[in-house]
């Protein structure tokens, strides 16, 4: 397996069963703290999903755990390194401040790589123990994203090394986790503010799944409407308000703007997706605009780029984009949702964190 085949869509679809199951398991959590008649908090929640998500295709184990503190570390450092590579840093525009660390920007992501490096090493030498008292050769189907790796490394001519292995699986637990579960996260506190999109939602799911059935993502093509909610999300919440940043290797003009040789370049899709010049009532969360348009995710329609555009475009994109509707109809069509005691809708709050990624400043806590 190639780092490309493991985004192909029939790798895809031979981890259909683990996001279901991975979801189930986000289901009953849910249950449990519901009959204990406690709210819950969504971000956390969909995060432990996420992260169990994506670790069992990397390592095939699950790094998060509902109940227990570790899943809390984790995350924790995941969003702490997205904050201090976001966080606007003064030494970007005076680089000869870059030593200072003013902000303490280079000190906190160091820190936290570090840390969920560490994690990663321990893994790769588990493996590695484990295949030298391996006598037959493991199954295709239990082959994981860290076993390809390790062909990759070890094969005649090595085509990695560990440390870039370590730097390829930090950066897929940073890209996949809390993108998905902050995505989520966003689509609650949306529909939890707008009562009548949340029915409407709801609705359409019920009629396509009917009493009794679970949520697959076949279903997903019959939801146009949960679809547009998803979009929408996207549009007001790009997980990744200015994509990755760029170097321009040149000094470029570019629609009459001049971008020097070096510069620090960021696309703002934050921006781009309340451009009142683009968009009608842009602060609005109003699904409808997308129903009967072409308007998609994938980096053909400018005015909508949540996952960037062109050849660096999310290699997980349609991994994304499985597991944001599925998680999403599962919580709709299992829960009936409300605010915490003395929450209106219209008191909601919409408080964002920037980072690489943008959060909710203050959890959103639901009961359901
Ligand atoms: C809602 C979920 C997600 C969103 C919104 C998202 C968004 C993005 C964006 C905006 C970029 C940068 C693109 C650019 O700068 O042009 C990116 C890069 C990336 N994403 Fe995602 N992503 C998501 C989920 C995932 C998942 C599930 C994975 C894989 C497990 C993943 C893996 C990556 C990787 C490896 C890169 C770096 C690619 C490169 O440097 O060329 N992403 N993502």
């Known amino acids: 397996m190639t780092f490309t085949q493991l985004f192909s869509p029939q790798r895809i679809e031979a981890t259909k069963a683990l996001r279901m199951k991975k979801v189930q398991e986000l289901v009953n959590f849910l249950s449990e703290s519901s009959e204990r008649g406690e709210a819950v908090d969504i971000s956390r929640a969909s995060f432990v999903t996420a992260l169990n998500i994506i670790s069992n295709i990397l390592f095939s184990v699950n790094l998060g755990s509902y109940d227990s503190k570790n899943s809390s570390a984790f995350q924790e450092m995941v969003i702490g390194y997205m904050e201090s590579i976001g966080n606007p840093d003064v030494s970007n525009f005076f680089p000869f401040m870059r030593l200072l660390d003013l902000q303490g920007n280079s000190k906190k992501m160091k820190e936290y790589s570090g840390k969920l490096l560490q994690v990663f090493r321990e893994f790769y030498d588990a493996r590695i123990l484990e295949n030298s008292s391996r006598i037959d050769e493991k199954d295709v189907s239990s082959r994981d994203f860290l076993d390809a790796l390790i062909d990759l490394q070890q094969g005649d001519e090595s085509e990695i090394n560990i ?34 999109t949340m ?8 009629r396509v799944i009917r009493q009794n059935g679970d949520v697959q993502e076949s279903h997903i093509s019959k939801l146009p409407y ?21 170097k321009a290797e040149r000094d470029v003009d570019i629609l009459g703007f001049h971008v020097p040789k070096d510069s620090h370049v960021l696309v703002n899709v934050w921006a781009i997706g309340r451009d009142p010049n683009v968009w009608e009532n842009p602060t609005q969360f109003e699904p409808e605009r997308f129903l009967g348009k072409d308007i998609d995710v994938k980096g053909t329609n400018y005015e909508l780029t949540p996952f960037g555009a062109g050849r660096r475009i ?11 509707h599925l998680m999403l109809a599962s919580l709709l069509y299992t829960f009936e949702w409300k605010l915490p005691n003395g929450v209106g809708s219209e008191d909601l709050d919409m408080g964002e964190t920037f980072g690489l990624t943008v959060h909710k400043t203050n959890p959103l806590l639901a009961c359901l």
């Open 199 to 206: 029915t409407k939602v709801q609705d359409e799911i019920n």
């Open 314 to 324: 999310c290699p997980g994109l349609p991994l994304a984009l499985k597991t944001v």
């Open 163 to 196: 440390d870039e292995i370590e730097h390829l699986l930090l950066d897929m637990f940073l890209a996949g986790t809390d993108t998905n579960s902050s995505t989520v996260e966003w689509a609650m506190t949306e529909l939890l503010g707008n009562p009548k």
């Open 226 to 246: 949960l679809q547009a909610v998803i979009k929408e999300t996207f549009r007001l919440h790009p997980a990744a308000p200015f994509l990755l940043p760029r």
